[in-house]
Antibody, heavy 118, light 112 residues
Framework: EVQLVESGGGLVKPGGSLRLSCAAS????????MNWVRQAPGKGLEWVSS????????YYADSVKGRFTISRDNAKNSLYLQMNSLRAEDTAVYYC???????????WGQGTLVTVSS | QSALTQPRSVSGSPGQSVTISCTGT?????????VSWYQQHPGKAPKLMIY???KRPSGVPDRFSGSKSGNTASLTISGLQAEDEADYYC????????????FGTGTKVTVL
C-alpha cells in the first residue's frame, strides 16, 4: 500500500525557518517525481515545488522561489521542503504528492499544517 | 501564472448530472492534453479522479468523466450521489520549465 506521511509542521514566527519531511513507503520511491502542494485555510490548492526522481529537475512556484528548497533522499525514501524567510501568506496545510503522469498526482499524504504568526 | 477559472459552486439532485468547467489559456489547458481533476472532502487530502483530460484511475467510478474543448476542460458527474458532495479542483500542465503546473480555483459541488 502506497503511503506518504508528512511531518515537521508547526508554528513559526515571520522570517523563521521550518523543514518539512515526507516519508514514503509501498512503492519504489526512486522511480517517481514528487511534489509539494499547499492549501491555505479555506482556500484552494496551490502547487509549490516538484523534484524529478533523480533530483535532476527541480521547479518552484514564483511565490516561494528563492525561499524554499525541495530535496529528496532516495536511500531513505524521503522528500523534504526547507522553508526559509517564512511569511504569513505561507500559512497552509502542506501536502506531498506523487507524480502519476504529467500534471497528475495520484497519491497524497495527509498534510502537515504550517502556521506563520507572531 | 494565474489560477485556472472554475465556477465557485454547482449543485444537483441525486441522480442528475453536473458539469464543472475549468478555463485556462492556450498556454496551459488549450496547449496540452494534460488536465487532471481532484475531489476533496472537508479535512481530507485531495483524490485523483481524472488524468490526461479523460482517463480514470483504477477505482474511480465511471460516473466521473472528463473532456476538453479549446481552452476549457470539463468534469462531468453523472448519476449524482450524496458522497459526491465535495470540492473539486482541476490542474493543468503549463508548459513552462519554471512553472509547470497550475491548479483551478475550485468548485463546491452540492447534492440537493
Amino acid at each position: 500500500e502506497v503511503q506518504l506521511v508528512e511531518s515537521g509542521g508547526g508554528l513559526v514566527k515571520p522570517g523563521g525557518s521550518l523543514r518539512l519531511s515526507c516519508a514514503a513507503s509501498g512503492f519504489t520511491f526512486s522511480s517517481y517525481s514528487m511534489n509539494w502542494v499547499r492549501q491555505a485555510p479555506g482556500k484552494g490548492l496551490e502547487w509549490v515545488s516538484s523534484i524529478s526522481s533523480s533530483s535532476s529537475y527541480i521547479y518552484y512556484a514564483d511565490s516561494v522561489k528563492g525561499r524554499f528548497t525541495i530535496s529528496r533522499d532516495n536511500a531513505k525514501n524521503s522528500l523534504y521542503l526547507q522553508m526559509n524567510s517564512l511569511r504569513a501568506e505561507d500559512t497552509a496545510v502542506y501536502y506531498c504528492a506523487r507524480d502519476r503522469s504529467v500534471a497528475s498526482f495520484d497519491y497524497w499524504g495527509q498534510g502537515t499544517l504550517v502556521t506563520v504568526s507572531s | 501564472q494565474s489560477a485556472l477559472t472554475q465556477p465557485r459552486s454547482v449543485s444537483g439532485s441525486p441522480g442528475q448530472s453536473v458539469t464543472i468547467s475549468c478555463t485556462g489559456t492556450s498556454s496551459d489547458v488549450g496547449g496540452y492534453n494534460y488536465v487532471s481533476w481532484y475531489q476533496q472532502h472537508p479535512g481530507k487530502a485531495p483524490k485523483l479522479m481524472i488524468y490526461d483530460v479523460s482517463k480514470r484511475p483504477s477505482g474511480v467510478p465511471d460516473r466521473f468523466s472528463g473532456s476538453k474543448s479549446g481552452n476549457t476542460a470539463s468534469l462531468t458527474i453523472s448519476g449524482l450521489q450524496a458522497e459526491d458532495e465535495a470540492d473539486y479542483y482541476c490542474c493543468s500542465y503549463a508548459g513552462s520549465y519554471t512553472f509547470p503546473y497550475v491548479f483551478g480555483t475550485g468548485t463546491k459541488v452540492t447534492v440537493l
